[in-house]
């Protein structure tokens, strides 16, 4: 949401980010290109009149998602990491992972955790 807002922003001239109304469109649509992204390459986020009329459209691909989320992703792998090491268990001892939520079936998750 923060890199789509200053994009806008950029291009007209106005934050959408400020106003909470504009920024719970902005989640909402940006939550449905994630879920899209998941089983394609890429999705587009699409916004009629987010602020003073204009509108939000802007393709994203699967790729640039992941590249926005890697600061998030890296702090997973790291907790992922110090909970095995806490447990004291042996990572090839472990037989099976439950993983509940939405965002387990984003690919880049999946690929992290197996």
Do not use: Q, W, Y
Request: net charge negative; proline share 3%.
């Amino acid at each position: 949401m923060e890199t789509i807002g200053e994009e806008f922003n950029k291009e007209f001239g106005n934050d959408p980010r400020k106003n909470l109304r504009c920024k719970l469109r902005m989640f909402e649509a940006i939550e449905k290109a994630r879920k899209i992204i998941s089983s394609t390459a890429d999705s587009v986020i699409g916004i009629d009149s987010l602020l003073d009329d204009e509108d939000l459209t802007r393709r994203l691909s699967r790729e640039e998602f992941e590249t926005i989320c890697d600061p998030i992703l890296r702090k997973f792998v790291d907790l992922l990491n110090a909970t095995v090491e806490m447990s004291g268990i042996n990572v090839d001892d472990i037989h099976s992972v439950e993983m509940v939520g939405d965002a387990t079936r984003t690919p880049i998750v999946l690929n992290l955790t197996s």
